[in-house]
């Protein structure tokens, strides 16, 4: 079975560049997790999608993030316009999730990530 | 809101012998699971082992093992006859069950380094 695939899986970039990573999470698996994780720190959830719809975005900094996921597989995560703190690994998980029944949960599967440094 | 410590930044072991590495988490919660996620220096989260609250039995796969202290919110891994590639950073996550949310909190990781 294929894992959770990303790309780039390195990144430079100048500050207030813009740039977006991709992601395809396991075939069959309805929840998609984005994770920034910054040197020295666990993982931090950005945004989680249940098929193609939000289902948390509290901690997405929404003035320069976005993300989507628009047929409910693949999904890509944007920064516009990019600030040094920014850099840190993005982290991409699926996770096979029914969809619409609350607190049935299931494992959290992570791709290779997306190191990003900004200049 | 939930939160995970762990209060061991580094540890080191020699190849063959047993490491005890620490996870406490604080959590009004009675339902969740928790996780103990490896990533090594290619920067993957490999899951190593996965609890459930409910279960009053600790779990383990192969070489690792967790001793789950529900009362005292603990939940320590151990790892026995380490290997060389066991060396990683260790996470401890914690996952709620209530809601349709279901983000991982992770705590700040340990760092083990296996030797010869």
């Known amino acids: 079975e294929a894992g959770v695939a990303q790309s780039p899986r390195y990144k430079i970039i100048e500050k207030r560049q813009s740039v977006a990573f991709w992601c395809n999470p396991i075939?069959?698996?309805?929840?998609l997790y984005w994770y920034q994780q910054i040197l020295g720190q666990g993982p931090k959830l950005l945004i989680q999608?249940?098929?193609?719809?939000?289902?948390?975005d509290s901690q997405l900094p929404k003035d320069r993030f976005s993300a989507e996921r628009l047929k409910g597989v693949d999904s890509t995560l944007k920064i516009q316009p990019a600030k040094l703190e920014d850099s840190a690994v993005y982290l991409c998980?699926?996770?096979?999730?029914?969809?619409?029944?609350?607190?049935?949960?299931?494992?959290?599967?992570f791709g290779p990530g997306t190191r990003l440094t900004v200049l | 809101a939930q939160t995970v410590t762990q209060s061991q930044p580094e540890m080191s072991v020699q190849e063959a012998e047993t490491v005890t590495l620490s996870c406490t988490y604080d959590t009004s919660e009675n339902n969740y699971y928790l996780f103990w996620y490896k990533q090594p220096p290619s920067r993957q989260m490999i899951l190593v082992i996965r609890q459930e609250a409910y279960k009053q039995q600790n779990a383990t796969e192969n070489r690792f093992s967790v001793n789950f202290q529900k009362a005292a919110k603990s939940f320590s891994l151990k790892i026995s006859d380490s290997q060389l590639g066991d060396t990683a950073m260790y996470f401890c996550?914690?996952?709620?069950?209530?809601?349709?949310?279901?983000?991982?909190?992770f705590g700040t990781g340990t760092r083990l380094q296996v030797t010869l």
């Open positions: 996550a914690f996952m709620k069950l209530t809601g349709t949310a279901s983000k991982l909190t």
């Open positions: 999608f249940q098929n193609n719809g939000v289902v948390d």
């Open positions: 998980a699926s996770s096979l999730e029914v969809p619409g029944l609350a607190g049935v949960k299931d494992t959290q599967y």
């Open positions: 075939s069959g698996h309805a929840t």
